[in-house]
């Protein structure tokens, strides 16, 4: 799994009762993504119309928060997918997390996991977590279990996630067996051992 530099994390709220909440995030820093974060909202446009995926998922970044034009959740959702369409973690996961909470786009719980798994492969562990928060509000604790798991390990790590994650595994557990818990933990391994 690639290892990723981490930026600031953003934690949106979700009122779950009894659950934990989906968070997004924005893209690794460097010299180039720290001047699209800044850049004129026309500079950025045309950084994002030429097809420069860091400047679309800032320009999404900026649509989704109203940072220099009018918020729209829609236009939002359309250059975060252009983003991760290329690969861009932060882009897949802000995706994901569209998908899941239904903003900006059509709830979709599968096209979710389709885009949060591209950015776990990718090393996120916000993306993990995020797959594990919608097994858990499906109840199905052993998948849970396992992406929880994953969210601590290797990759680009948020350690706020890997506190939060860590919590959420000892929660888990008492409602697991033990067979169901090393269920969980091969199949994390299995994951990162895997390339597709």
Not at 6 to 14: A, G, K, P, Q
Not at 127 to 155: F, I, M, P
Not at 177 to 185: D, V
């Amino acid at each position: 799994m690639k290892k990723l530099a981490i930026s600031t994390v953003l934690m949106s709220v979700f009122a779950v009762s009894a659950h934990a909440e989906l968070i997004n995030q924005q893209p690794s820093s460097s010299t180039t993504v720290a001047q699209y974060a800044t850049m004129p909202i026309d500079q950025l446009a045309k950084a994002a119309q030429s097809g420069q995926g860091s400047a679309q998922f800032f320009l999404g970044n900026r649509y989704k928060n109203g940072q220099g034009v009018k918020q729209d959740q829609s236009q939002a959702f359309a250059w975060f997918k252009k983003a991760a369409d290329q690969g861009i973690p932060s882009a897949q996961l802000n995706v994901g997390q569209m998908y899941a909470s239904g903003v900006g786009v059509k709830q979709d719980l599968n096209a979710a996991k389709t885009y949060l798994m591209k950015a776990a492969k990718l090393g996120d562990n916000r993306a993990s977590y995020n797959l594990a928060v919608l097994e858990e509000r499906a109840k199905n604790y052993v998948n849970a279990y396992q992406w929880y798991e994953l969210s601590t390990r290797d990759g680009m790590l948020d350690f706020r996630v890997k506190d939060m994650s860590e919590k959420k595994i000892v929660q888990l557990a008492a409602n697991l067996n033990t067979n169901e818990m090393r269920l969980a933990r091969e199949r994390s391994d299995r994951w990162i051992q895997s390339d597709d």
